[in-house]
């Protein structure tokens, strides 16, 4: 894409797009832009797009998942009530604080996303929810 050949393309039709429901929206752009290495030149693409949809879908799911199921939430955690799995995650989710935190500060937006999309795909979606889903579903 270059702006001297003509050929760029604007933010709002990507906001906007076509073909989606309702368009992909600002926070689609906001991954795009977050998911892209500013140290070269950021490419753009229907399989780049798919790629950040998958992202941002993924990420989203495992919000939407989390929210629904914790009616029951206390802000003071009960370790000696906490299974070992949930003590493990907690301390994968304070390593990932932590992680992104740093990332954050060494202004390393695609490291705080690959850290947020690994952790949803491969820590929560595939493992602890997988794991727990049982114990969920039956304590409800």
């Known amino acids: ?20 429901s309702s368009g992909y929206g600002i926070d689609f752009l906001r991954t795009w832009v ?6 070269r030149d950021a490419s753009i693409g229907s399989e ?3 790629t950040v ?14 929210l629904g199921n914790v009616h029951d939430y206390s802000d003071e955690p009960r370790l000696d009530h906490m299974w070992l799995i949930d ?9 990932l604080n932590d992680s992104v935190r ?5 202004h390393n937006l695609i490291k705080v996303m690959s ?5 949803c795909t491969d820590d929560l979606s595939a493992f602890y929810f997988d ?10």
């Open 102 to 106: 740093a990332a954050y500060e060494g």
């Open 53 to 66: 949809g998958d992202i941002q879908q993924k990420i989203r799911n495992t919000c939407r998942f989390i």
């Open 1 to 20: 894409m270059s702006k001297s050949l003509g050929n760029g393309i604007e933010p709002n039709s990507i906001i906007k797009k076509s073909g989606a």
């Open 48 to 50: 780049i797009l798919k």
């Open 115 to 119: 850290l947020i999309h690994h952790f």
């Open 34 to 39: 977050a998911t892209s290495d500013w140290t």
């Open 87 to 95: 003590k493990a995650l907690m301390d994968r989710v304070n390593y």
């Open 131 to 140: 794991v727990t889903k049982d114990r969920l579903y039956s304590e409800n």
